[in-house]
């Protein structure tokens, strides 16, 4: 019985991994070097260690679990701020063109 219950905790937890994966890119595309310093290392991270849980990566970094979720969510906040809304920057920080 308690196996079930590991293996619906670590599907729960990639699941969650995965939906942030897309978000944290696209968040570093659309700031591009608008990033606040802290939250580059939680960003990289996360993209680099997509399958982590939270107390992993913020072990990792010497965060709590907390502290890597605000990080994300603040980064992603960022990002989806109105006057950010539609303005994407390419590999070289140039908006790309219709963007806005």
């Known amino acids: 019985m308690v196996v079930n219950f590991v293996v619906a905790n670590r599907a729960r937890t990639h699941a969650a991994a995965a ?7 696209r968040a570093l595309r659309v700031l591009g070097s608008d990033v ?13 260690k997509p399958n982590m849980s939270l107390v992993q ?4 970094l010497g965060l709590a679990k907390n502290a ?4 994300l969510r ?3 906040d960022m990002a989806e701020r109105p006057e950010r809304a539609g ?14």
């Open 36 to 48: 606040p310093a802290h939250l580059v290392p939680v960003a990289r991270l996360r993209l680099a």
């Open 19 to 25: 939906r942030w994966v897309p978000r944290v890119r």
């Open 57 to 60: 990566l913020g072990a990792e």
């Open 74 to 76: 603040s980064l992603c």
């Open 87 to 100: 303005r994407e920057r390419d590999l070289h920080g140039r908006y790309v063109r219709g963007s806005r």
């Open 68 to 71: 890597v979720r605000s990080r």
